[in-house]
């Protein structure tokens, strides 16, 4: 080992070990827990602990509950990310625009639901969607809208959730697209101007290109944050109604928090752990294809 | 369903009482410093404090009270006990006793004096293995609260007993108040379906309790009446997040039958500027052919397992469950003494504990196993999918039996090898 070497080991080994105590053993150990049938029986005495082997995945798989999370979940990431980081880039945008007029003010009025407590904000949502009193029916009344259970309707309620989630998160994206649209080459885009390019022809060839691998970091931290997404539809809807908001996640908690089967919920992280990966993998790879990364 | 800000506002107060408190332990007993730690649910977590300063006078043990959230407090206190974190008096619902009992979690009373005066049929529901490991604090049956107004104007001067009656009572209040309801049953609240389940005589666990038994001619007449009433839209198909104030609801005629137990007396006083207390009156629950049991939320005191000052938590539990502290709390917060020495008081005698006195001779009697309160939830959820049109009353009871015959798996298999009785 070279004197270099050393000195790189030495500088990374409190990282490393640091990294090694906090996530490499957990992990470890919650993989070793998911082949266990640790149970609220295990919590009374050891002696009830038994290896599973796979069992506790066979179980999961045949559990509708467990599914159903898998549904919803899916659906707030397909339906969430599209939405959180169109309203992103949209206002992004607008902000960007040289007409605009006091952007420090907008940037920190957009940015403060960012930082705004989820709980409190939850619970002034709830009322904004209450079916009867709601400001959001009351708006819709004005054009002859018919009221909408937002919260209560097994139908409504993802995009209920979803609408209110768009709004509390949009700011942090907003920020760093934000940043991004600054460095797009200004003389760039006045050659393409002269060129006769319209505005859609602009962003589609000038702006995006320049902003690519910043909408992927973008993309990535969303569908990683909605396929984790918990106290949202918690404070909300808890789970409900019929189960319509329980998410992946949501299952975890009561399987591990609320009911003490940590057997069963270390299954469910680990099958979780490993769609997150899935999916972070194949992002990269389109991100690779387009050269941004 | 309590209101959040109320809570906060409670909270500063009681932070800012500790103060003193800590004071007098340090130069009090000499018994240590940190104060005795008092976890309690609810109401009795918010009011508990104002019962501690007789206690740390007479006794000079100190007292921290810590209130839990209702609905986040099993899981907290199953935390807190995998993490060694317990306090060393806690409240529990009587249907939990015996699960922290089974891992550990709460000690054995030391003395049968302690529950040697308790109201008939209370002990059954926190003795395990035939050994006491609670006091009983209150008793919490539920009753249905009305509004007088409404139903006198439908031809009502007491809700009807029984439940065709209930049902023809509804529909005559439903035609004359069209947009709003007649009962509340939260669909994310089980005591209500857990009641009919228990008056029309389901047996819901088999061999052993070790199995589902909801595919039975009693659980379908019970779902099939429970989801009837939302069927003819005489209950709002709501959970509780969406009813945030029922008080106020309640007083605005959104609903006018309101199935809870003893505390909503504190919330009905508190607001008698919206609801003068002439409106409403309490009449005990519909049963099919007339009263009968219902299940309830009454609690019980236990120390836990590991305290290291065992002696002085019990004698905090001897403190809270006195006759004079049940009573100052009946007074507070509308809960009702589990002890029969406090009945003799004239305060019980008001004519609105009338129907919870005689409600609290009959409790409903819950399976006895550790996996109940999950079930629970989950009977709930099989009877949301029913009331929201998502599965028939046969799916669902098919569904509930595979499921709970998912979450007995543990419990049948040391069942069958003999470790569990």
Known sequence: MTRQERAAWVFSAPV????????????????????????????????????????????????????????????????????????????????????????????????????????????????????????????????GAAPIDWLGNPHTSIPAILIFVTWKIFGYNMIVLTAALSVVPQDLMEAARLDGAGRWTRFRHVTLPAIGPTLLLAAVMSVAGFLQIFAEPYVMTLGGPAQSTTTILYF???????????????????????????????QTRIGRRYEWL | MRIPIAAMLRTAPRALGLLPTLGLAACGSGRGVEPLKF???????????????????????????????ATASHEKLLTAQAGGAMPDVLMLYNGWV???????????????????????????????????????????????????DILARAGYAEPAEDWDGWLRMGR??????????????????????????GQTGAAMLRDHDTRGNFQTPEARAAFAYYARIFAEGLAPKALSTE???????????????????????????????????????????????????????????????????????????????????ELRYQTMIGNLPARLRAWSSPQLRAPILAPFKEQMRFPAVA??????????????????????????????????????????????????????A
């Not at chain 1, 005495?45 to 509708?64: E, M």
């Not at chain 1, 399987?255 to 993998?281: C, D, H, P, R, Y």
């Not at chain 2, 501690?52 to 209130?67: C, E, K, L, R």
């Open chain 1, 16 to 143: 490393l070990a640091i990294i090694a105590l906090v996530f490499v053993l957990p992990t470890t150990l919650a993989m070793a827990l998911s082949v266990t049938d640790y149970s609220i029986y295990a919590l009374a005495d050891w002696a009830n602990l038994r290896f599973v082997g796979l069992g506790n995945f066979i179980d999961l798989f045949s559990t509708p509950l467990f599914w159903r999370a898998m549904g919803n979940t899916a659906l707030f990431a397909v339906l969430g990310v599209p939405m959180a980081i169109g309203a992103s880039l949209a206002v992004a945008l607008l902000l960007n625009d040289a007409t605009v007029r006091w952007k420090p003010l907008w940037r920190v009025l957009l940015f403060a639901p960012y930082v705004t407590s989820i709980v409190a904000t939850a619970v002034v949502w709830r009322f904004l969607f209450n079916e009867r009193s709601g400001l959001i029916n009351r708006a819709l009344a004005t054009v």
């Open chain 1, 252 to 282: 975890m908690f009561d399987e591990g928090f609320k009911w003490w089967n940590l057997g069963q919920a270390s299954a469910v992280a680990f099958v979780l752990f490993l769609m997150i990966l899935a999916l972070t993998m194949v």
């Open chain 2, 39 to 69: 976890w309690a649910m609810s109401y009795e977590g918010d009011y508990s404090p104002m019962l501690m300063p007789a206690f740390t006078a007479a006794t000079g043990i100190a007292v921290d009270v810590q209130s839990l959230p």
């Open chain 2, 98 to 148: 015996q699960e922290f009992a089974t891992i550990g979690a709460i000690a054995p009373i030391p003395s049968p004096a302690l529950v040697a005066d308790m109201f008939p049929g209370v002990l059954d529901a926190t003795r395990v293995g035939g050994r006491d490991f609670a006091v009983p604090w209150s008793v919490a049956p539920q009753v249905q609260f009305y509004r007088r």
């Open chain 2, 172 to 197: 005559a209040i439903k035609r004359q108040r069209p947009d709003d309801f007649v009962f509340l049953l939260l669909l994310n609240w089980p005591d209500m379906l857990m009641t009919m389940l």
């Open chain 2, 243 to 325: 009813i945030q104030d029922p008080v106020a609801a309640f007083a605005q005629g959104y609903f006018a039958i309101w199935p809870t137990g003893p505390t909503t007396l504190l919330d009905l006083h508190r607001r008698a500027a919206e609801i003068p207390a002439e409106r409403w009156g309490t009449a005990r629950l519909a049963g099919p052919h007339g009263v009968g049991a219902v299940s309830g939320l009454s609690t019980s005191l236990c120390v836990s397992a590991s305290t290291p000052r065992a002696a002085d938590a019990w004698t905090l539990v001897r403190h809270l469950s006195s006759p004079a502290s």
């Open chain 2, 367 to 420: 399976p006895r196993v550790i996996e109940w309160e999950r079930i629970k939830v989950e009977i709930q959820f099989a009877a949301e999918r029913v009331v929201r049109g998502v599965q028939t009353i046969p799916q669902a009871l098919a569904g509930l039996d595979t499921r709970v015959d998912q979450l007995l798996a543990k419990r049948r298999a040391l069942v069958e090898a003999g470790t569990l």
